[in-house]
T-cell receptor
């Protein structure tokens, strides 16, 4: 019963490098989400996906790219990491739009 | 874990007492609300939800109250335990298709 997993759990990278954060869910939920959590800002939505091959921007999408070729995976890529992208990233999934979202354990990313 | 709570309101309660965590939501049209609990180093965990056609819903040791007139949501935890210590977030959305918007969170500290 894996539920929703994220990898890596911790990542340190340098400014300008490309980084991909992985998210995998075993429930076949239609919806998947990426959030970042920062001091003073709470959880902010980066991107979401309603189904395979359907993605849309959230509140803070700049500098990020997502894809959803398979229902169970929703990777988030930072094409050229910046220090302002240092944060804790959470992936979530839900069965329907207005249902509870199940969160992964998070990835703590540090950009030096 | 991530120190997301440095600038958040804090509620300190004695073990065994009841806790009340409040949330003012932003959109008068929101019709679905969720409370999440986040422990240090973990992702948010669903506690309880409520739809706008209700003003009260009870779970195990928790009760959510919704006052649409003043756009206020509260979470009541009965007989608070040390394991209840965490950051609590309320979230709101429109069930017909909008993003889940999270509040900033409240830290609950339980004193033994």
């Amino acid at each position: 019963d894996a539920g929703i997993t994220q990898s890596p759990r911790y990542k340190i990278t340098e400014t300008g490098r490309q980084v991909t954060l992985m998210c995998h869910q075993t429930w076949s939920h239609s919806y998947m989400f990426w959030y970042r959590q920062d001091l003073g800002h709470g959880l902010r939505l980066i991107y979401y996906s309603a189904a395979a091959d359907i993605t849309d921007k959230g509140e803070v999408p700049d500098g990020y790219v997502v894809s959803r070729s398979k229902t169970e995976n929703f990777p988030l890529t930072l094409e050229s990491a910046t220090r302002s992208q240092t944060s804790v990233y959470f992936c979530a999934s839900s069965q329907a739009w207005a249902n509870e979202q199940f969160f992964g354990p998070g990835t703590r990313l540090t950009v030096l | 874990g991530e120190s997301v709570g440095l600038h958040l309101p804090t509620l300190s309660v004695q073990e065994g007492d009841n806790s009340i965590i409040n949330c003012a939501y932003s959109n008068s049209a929101s019709d679905y609300f969720i409370w999440y609990k986040q422990e240090s180093g973990k992702g948010p965990q669903f506690i309880i939800d409520i739809r706008s056609n209700m003003d009260k819903r009870q779970g195990q040791r928790v009760t959510v109250l919704l006052n649409k007139t003043v756009k206020h949501l509260s979470l009541q935890i009965a007989a608070t335990q040390p394991g209840d210590s965490a950051v609590y977030f309320c979230a709101e959305t429109l069930s017909w298709g909008n993003k889940l918007v999270f509040g900033a969170g409240t830290i609950l500290r339980v004193k033994s």
